[in-house]
């Protein structure tokens, strides 16, 4: 039975519903993830848990080690991964404490590392729907059952770690943008690299500066509404965990398989071992 993977995001250090844990430090070809994994069971299943910007946020999100944490997860087993990320939403009927599942994306970073492979492999995956949508909608229906306001959405990551401009709000709404944040949009890119399942589960804090009458997005109010949603969210993740198909049909499961160009000789006599190893091994001789 395949590990699941979750990554936390802002206010998510300790779930509080992991069980029987033990913490493992781990190195990675590309570095230390955020943090020591938190390898452990929710029910009877094995789920691993990474603090996305460490347990006490000291990585921003320009800063986080993408390519470690996503590997580290993938190097542990996991084969899928439900990233929790706060959000500011660009809709009105978006509210704050409402939740969304990340259907499509825009990345607007220009600073992170988003790519396993820019040392001498080529490699270009197919990336039209950046999230897995089967196990996106299993999380959008559980939601629905506990009578929780839940939307389908589009994500923009921007780059941070300043919130947005006024004008920065409105550009992206003429966009019809449902919610805006700073990490997805590497992890996504990185997932798919990895051919893991993603669920972008998005929890929405506040209107970010666009809504004439709201308070203009801080830390203080993305704090407060975060801790309004813990137990809902501790315990959609608590239902989503058992409810899981473990019968990897998606097309996640094969991203890589055309989407490696160099040689097979090639990727055996120069690439990174580990990385071989742990993403290309059918490719290699």
């Known amino acids: 039975m395949p590990k699941i993977g979750i990554i936390g995001g802002s206010g998510f250090y300790n779930m509080g519903i992991i069980k029987n844990t033990e913490e493992i430090e781990v190195e990675t070809p590309f570095g230390k993830p955020s943090d020591k994994l938190t390898i452990g069971t ?22 986080v080690n993408y390519r470690a944490n996503v590997f580290a997860m993938k190097q542990s087993g996991v084969e899928y991964l439900i990233s929790i990320a706060a959000v500011g939403s660009l809709k009105k009927e978006i509210k704050p404490c409402d939740f969304v599942i990340a259907e499509q994306l825009i990345d607007r970073t220009n600073k992170r590392l988003n790519t396993f ?33 839940v939307h389908h959405g589009t994500y923009l990551c921007m780059e941070g770690p300043q919130f947005s401009t006024r004008a920065e709000s409105n550009l992206y709404r003429s966009w019809n943008v449902d919610v805006i944040g700073m990490t997805l949009g590497p992890e996504a890119k990185l997932a798919r690299e990895a051919e893991m399942c993603l669920c972008g589960l998005l929890t929405v804090t506040d209107y970010d500066c666009w809504y004439e009458g709201e308070e203009d997005v801080s ?15 501790a ?5 989503l965990i058992p409810k899981i198909d473990y019968r990897r049909t998606c097309e996640c499961s094969n991203a890589l398989e055309n989407a490696v160009i ?15 190893r742990v993403l290309l091994k059918r490719f290699i001789k």
């Open 42 to 63: 929710i029910g009877n299943t094995e789920v691993v848990f990474l603090p996305r910007h460490g347990r006490y946020h000291q990585y921003p999100p320009h800063n």
């Open 117 to 149: 492979f820019d040392e001498g492999i080529t490699v270009h995956v197919g990336f039209a729907d950046p999230f897995c949508k089967k196990l996106s909608n299993i999380a959008y229906e559980i939601i629905k059952k506990e009578n929780l306001d």
């Open 219 to 233: 830390v203080s109010s993305v704090v407060e509404n975060l801790k309004k949603n813990d137990e809902n969210m």
């Open 235 to 239: 315990n959609i993740i608590r239902k």
């Open 262 to 276: 160099t040689s097979p000789d090639f990727i055996n006599k120069y690439g990174n071992p580990e990385v071989n």
